[in-house]
């Protein structure tokens, strides 16, 4: 299945987004609480931005 163009852009504002965290060195922590987002979390989805728990708090 192709994305649709507003699929592909929001996708590739996340992994710009991710760049940027990895740039300024916050990459692999939780936006919401600060602490490590694990390591299979970021494999599935690397742009991840919220740890498991505080994404399902939302």
């Given at each position: ?5 507003r ?5 590739l504002a ?28 970021l494999?599935?989805?690397?742009s991840?931005r919220p ?8």
């Open positions: 299945m192709r994305a649709t163009p699929q592909a852009t929001a996708r996340e992994v710009d987004a991710a760049l940027g965290r990895l740039a300024a060195g916050t990459y692999g922590r939780c936006e919401a609480g600060g602490e490590p987002i694990g390591e299979q979390r494999a599935a989805r690397p991840a740890c498991i728990p505080c994404a399902t708090r939302r």
